[in-house]
């Protein structure tokens, strides 16, 4: 993994949040990854496997045109991959922040780069 393909990553995650395209999101992680909204989640709370994960993103919808992403590669070791972002949830109008969210993504990618980790980090902004 180097920053160029990582950077494809994200942007690929950001498309497939936007579409809810089934055959993008299931691209972006291996068949038994571990995905994590929360740094704290184990067990049933951690989503395993890929088509767990595609599901819960196909359950968990957010309405087109009510949010803006941007995440950029902050550290690469190997494997593992550190991302940090900041997501915005928007008003009616599309333009008035009514939420931001700083993110960090912890990543580790498999030899085909499909992320075979993914956790979430997260902070609101306080108004």
């Known amino acids: 993994m180097d920053h160029t393909d990582f950077q494809q990553w994200l942007d690929a995650y950001v498309k497939a ?3 809810y395209d089934e055959e993008a999101i299931g ?52 494997d593992r991959a550190v991302a940090a972002g900041i997501s ?12 931001e969210y700083h993110n960090v993504f912890l990543c580790r990618f498999d030899d085909e780069g499909r992320c075979s980790e993914f956790t979430e980090l997260f902070m609101k902004r306080d108004a």
């Open 88 to 99: 915005r949830y928007l008003a009616a109008d599309g333009e008035t922040v009514e939420r």
């Open 27 to 78: 691209g972006l992680f291996s068949d038994d990854a571990r995905y994590r909204y929360h740094p704290w989640d184990e067990g049933d709370d951690a989503l395993e496997g890929r088509a767990a994960i595609v599901a819960n993103w196909l359950e968990e919808r957010d309405e087109p045109g009510t949010w803006t992403a941007e995440y950029r590669p902050w550290a690469i070791d190997g």
């Open 17 to 19: 949040w936007r579409t």
